[in-house]
């Protein structure tokens, strides 16, 4: 089955600054990768997703870039506001079918004022 | 309506209890799943349900048994669960089967087992 790994798992950067949290996969008939943030007791909220046809997607201060090549995938975040301190879920699926998630093991992402 | 609804919001039971979880969405979305979450872990698929149909097992434990009434509603029954079974219970929809689907997530239901 399909595994993701997950990069780095506590990340604190300054606000304002930007963060870089990347993933990998290992099988290569994924081709949808989303990205969820979750705060403390809430519901993941889907806030970017790519498909294996398209290698960047920006979305305002958030961008995820795809390397289908290499099996990896990484969230960008620019400008970064306290409200952006959350855990962080990559994860990867095959699609097609009512596919299942694979998530990553998450990255606190802590905002330091 | 654009949210998946989850009944109820938390759930005490003991070993020898029989309950249920229930998951709910409107937005005509034919695939909805069941995920289990640990605390400081990710979301774990334990089933997929695709045109009321279960496509997808994780080899979950025969104590969870899903069902899917019609298109709009999934059921988990729990029965003799164990303390380990603790957990955050989160249910998803998406527009499904096609290629590749967002998945949107219930706020979960907090399950504690004594």
């Known amino acids: 089955g399909e595994n993701v790994e997950q990069h780095p798992s506590t990340l604190s950067v300054q606000e304002g600054d930007s963060a870089v949290i990347k993933c990998t996969y290992s099988?290569?008939?994924?081709?949808?990768f989303p990205w969820y943030k979750q705060e403390l007791g809430k519901r993941p909220q889907l806030i970017i997703d790519?498909?294996?046809?398209?290698g960047e997607k920006k979305d305002q201060r958030i961008a995820v870039t795809l390397n289908k090549t290499a099996k990896h995938f990484s969230l960008h975040i620019t400008e970064t506001q306290p409200e952006d301190s959350a855990v962080y879920f990559c994860a990867a699926s095959r699609g097609g079918g009512a596919d299942g998630l694979t998530f990553g093991k998450g990255t606190h992402l802590i905002i330091q004022p | 309506d654009t949210e998946v609804t989850q009944t109820p919001k938390h759930l005490v039971m003991g070993m020898t209890n029989k309950k249920s979880l229930k998951c709910e969405q409107h937005m005509g979305h034919r695939a909805m799943y069941w995920y289990k979450q640990k605390a400081k872990k990710p979301p774990e698929l334990m089933f997929v349900y695709s045109y009321e149909k279960l496509s997808i097992n994780e080899s979950v434990p025969s104590r969870f048994s899903p069902e899917c009434p019609n298109s709009s509603l999934l059921n988990l029954h729990l029965h003799a669960l164990q303390p380990e079974d603790s957990a955050l219970y989160l249910c998803a929809s998406s527009q499904g089967p096609s290629s590749p689907e967002t998945q949107y997530f219930g706020p979960g239901t907090r399950l504690t087992v004594l």
């Open positions: 099988d290569s008939a994924s081709n949808y």
């Open positions: 790519i498909r294996s046809n398209v």
